[in-house]
């Protein structure tokens, strides 16, 4: 036989020997992780602890949108936060509920997680008498498993825009992206839960004011005018229509007192519309 001859039997003899290794480690490994499963009390409180608690997941770790728009200038001047404050204004509560699974999974984990801190494995030299494996090997395949068995529930989300003009011929191309983290969605959701607040507040306030506008008051203004536009001077007398006008509108927060309340006819009273004078 050549030396190459033997320098390839050698070879091949070394790697079958290397395969059986495997084989029998696999084996012997099959086996302990086998004991270690029956005999392992930290593994077994992992798995009770795992059953007592329950984790969302029907949510994705990223959403994305894509805006285009119709011209270069309104990229530019594009905030993408007010695009996410559109999607949140659109799908109210699709992003309501995902915030609420990712902070209930957060508050969970937090609680799950100090229980789980405090497992440790009871596992001793007597208790290992007999089960036919060394009790270095015993405490490395338990921490192993116990670590593969902790509960990774998804912590997080996040939303992913991306805002683009093309030219009509398809020369240039722009673009703006951003990713918003979920605590960075978190600030834009209740940004926009303020800003809704503070038009419902606006409503009711315009809608107090409104009311406050009573026949009686309707009538001393007109007498305090002489019942006369104190813009043009026509009266009723004239088949001018009268109204009584908000000189600061309410809609700008006008208030309805005497001083912000004056006599104008239909036509001065359409002309001026809610212009502060």
């Known amino acids: 036989m050549t030396e ?13 020997a290397a395969v059986i ?4 480690c696999a084996i012997i490994y099959k086996k302990h992780l086998k004991i270690v499963k ?13 059953g007592s608690y329950e984790f969302y997941s029907n949510f994705s770790s990223v959403y994305k949108y894509h805006e285009t728009c119709a011209s270069k200038r309104k990229l530019e001047n594009l905030s993408l936060v ?20 990712v902070k209930k999974n957060r508050k969970n984990y937090e609680s799950y997680y100090e229980k789980y801190k405090c497992l440790c494995s009871t596992i001793t030299e007597d208790k290992i008498k007999g089960l036919k494996i060394k009790l270095s090997a015993f405490l490395k395949i338990e921490r192993g498993l116990c670590e593969k068995s902790k509960l990774t529930p998804q912590l997080s989300t996040s939303v992913y825009i991306r805002a683009s003009y093309t030219s009509p011929k398809g020369r240039n191309s722009y673009s703006k992206e951003r990713t918003f983290t979920y ?3 978190v600030i834009a959701f209740n940004q926009y839960l303020a800003l809704k607040k503070q038009q419902k507040d606006y409503s009711y306030q315009v809608k107090v004011e409104r009311a406050k506008m009573t ?4 009538y001393d203004i007109l007498k305090r005018d002489n019942f006369m536009c104190q813009l043009c001077g026509a009266t009723a007398q004239e ?23 004056r006599t104008l006819c239909d036509r001065c009273n359409m002309g001026k519309s809610d212009k502060i004078e």
């Open 239 to 261: 088949g001018a229509k009268l109204h009584v006008d908000h000189i600061v509108p309410v809609a700008k927060g006008g208030k309805t007192i005497a001083s912000n309340l």
């Open 183 to 185: 605590d960075e969605l």
């Open 215 to 218: 026949d009686s008051l309707r």
């Open 38 to 50: 029956e005999n392992s009390e930290y593994y077994a409180e992992v798995l009770k602890l795992n």
């Open 21 to 24: 290794a495997l084989v029998c």
């Open 82 to 101: 007010d695009v996410l404050l559109s999607r949140i204004d659109c799908n109210f509560t699709f992003y309501e509920y995902l915030i609420s699974q």
């Open 4 to 16: 190459t001859g033997i320098i390839l039997l050698v070879f091949v003899a070394c790697l079958i």
